[in-house]
């Protein structure tokens, strides 16, 4: 097989997969780097069954197989630029019903982790930075301190009916929860940032 798209009788794409010597192995090798070998890119056969069990693929710009073909390809800026690296909920669907086992879910892990350091920001990251910087604080999340940074006092005032029904069913403390083991969680929190 070739990169070049052939079509047959109805139209239908037959032709996507990218032969090895034609991938831009420095973002394959740049995304392995960061996922680890799991993240078996140049293994893809482009049959998506990733993106046909996608859970969020209604709502993505690129596919969970487009990406793939697009980290093989080097389309580096679409792939930064894409959406779906922040709509992905990591629910490991792709990753179990791969059959050539690319991993796409850590796939867009390291592509995330990779745009991050390049400085790129959208509202996702935004939370994805508090949500780190309250866990790091506590331990625990805190929701209502979540909602306070994240979406400000009218976020809290929005969703105040249903934080108190919920308090008021044991499902959510009105206080933060404390960790019971804050030298054991101090200490993953710096082998993580070591590692
Ligand atoms: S299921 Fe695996 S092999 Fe098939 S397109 Fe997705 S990543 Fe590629
Ligand atoms: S992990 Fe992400 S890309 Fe994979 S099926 Fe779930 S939402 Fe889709």
Redesign the pocket.
């Known amino acids: 097989m070739t990169g070049k798209t052939r079509k047959c009788f109805f139209g239908l794409k037959v032709d996507r997969q990218l032969d090895g010597d034609k991938m831009n192995r420095t973002f394959v090798d740049r995304v392995m780097t960061e996922g680890g070998e799991g993240v078996a890119i140049a293994a893809c056969m482009q049959c998506g069954t990733?993106?046909g069990?996608?859970?969020?693929?209604d709502r993505?710009d690129l596919?969970?197989r487009t990406?793939v073909l697009m980290v093989q390809r080097g389309e580096w800026d679409k792939v930064l630029q894409s959406q779906?690296l922040w709509?992905?909920?990591?629910?490991?669907?792709?990753?179990s019903r791969c059959p050539r086992g690319v991993r796409?879910?850590d796939v867009?892990e390291a592509v995330k982790a990779i745009a991050i350091r390049q400085g790129i920001e959208n509202d996702s990251t935004r939370f994805n930075q508090i949500f780190v910087e309250l866990i790091q604080k506590r331990g625990i999340l805190f929701e209502p301190e979540l909602m306070q940074k994240y979406g400000g006092i009218s976020a809290m005032l929005e969703q105040a009916e249903l934080g108190i029904k919920l308090a008021l069913k044991g499902k959510m403390s009105p206080f933060p929860a404390k960790i019971q083991d804050p030298t054991t969680f101090s200490q993953a929190l710096e082998k993580a940032a070591q590692s």
């Open positions: 990733c993106s069990g996608c859970t969020n693929i993505m596919s969970p990406l779906s709509l992905c909920t990591s629910c490991y669907i792709c990753t796409p879910s867009i």
